[in-house]
């Protein structure tokens, strides 16, 4: 294990092309009843295009409200996050949707698919918030199933299907836009041990085809198919290293 050197970032700079994530100096604070929590405390993190990377910390340290602002489902109290090269920290709400549906696609523990919806509509919403024609929809859909196996399960529905395929279809949706990184939160909470490892081989498959991956998880052994491992506590980072990979 080595601890990840980062490249001195300045307010007013703009990150290196290489650079897919930067936060500088990123706090977010919560008025909780008059109580001011202070979830993070001047983060400055660096991801690099093709980077797959684990974010951990126990419960309160952090990572959640990380993983909220990198998503931009959220915006700082104070500092600068550049997702690839655009600074999105003072951007508004209606900018911020624009860029979630653009530059991140979404994996969470709970698949949130649509129940009588198949497969390949489930996949397509992106798309139908972005404008697209229906017939390249379809076309586009269909190929992000196909990329994670599923290409003989396009038109079954959520009830019909397992729980690892539940979430490929949720990993196809996360796909389909060609986001700039792949955010996925817990992803394996809601499966059993081999159907986990399965999913977590298929997040392998897309980091060796180029994807850039940011895991969010508490767990050592699902954090161990990273290269690169993120550790928050209180608010800040306690460690930054990269990693070996964990062979299956």
């Known amino acids: 294990m080595t601890s990840v050197e980062l490249t001195a970032f300045r307010t007013g700079d703009t990150p290196l092309p290489d650079v897919v994530i930067l936060t500088h100096k990123l706090s977010r604070d919560y008025d909780m009843g008059g109580e001011v929590v202070h979830a993070l405390r ?115 529905r959520p009830n019909e299907l397992s729980g690892g395929q539940r979430q490929r279809v949720a990993i196809a949706r996360a796909l389909v836009n060609d986001p700039s990184i792949l955010l996925a939160d817990e992803p394996t909470g809601n499966l059993d041990s081999a159907t986990g490892a399965e999913i977590m081989k298929l997040f392998e498959q897309l980091h060796d085809a180029g994807q850039t991956i940011v895991l969010v998880t508490h767990e050592s052994d699902i954090a161990a198919h990273a290269l690169r491992q993120i550790h928050l506590r209180d608010g800040l980072i306690a460690r930054d290293e990269k990693m070996e990979r964990v062979t299956t």
């Open 42 to 156: 001047g983060v400055n993190i660096q991801i690099k295009r093709n980077e797959f990377v684990a974010i951990m910390g126990p419960s309160g340290s952090g990572k959640s409200t990380l993983m909220n602002l990198i998503g931009c489902l959220d915006t700082p109290t104070a500092g600068e996050y550049w997702l690839n090269s655009q600074k999105v920290s003072d951007l508004s709400d209606d900018e911020l949707a624009r860029i979630r549906n653009k530059e991140i696609g979404f994996v969470f523990q709970t698949f949130n698919l649509l129940p009588r919806a198949s497969a390949l509509h489930n996949v397509e919403l992106p798309l139908i918030y972005a404008g697209l024609p229906a017939r390249e929809r379809r076309e586009k859909a269909a190929q992000a199933l196909h990329h994670v196996g599923l290409g003989d399960r396009m038109e079954h």
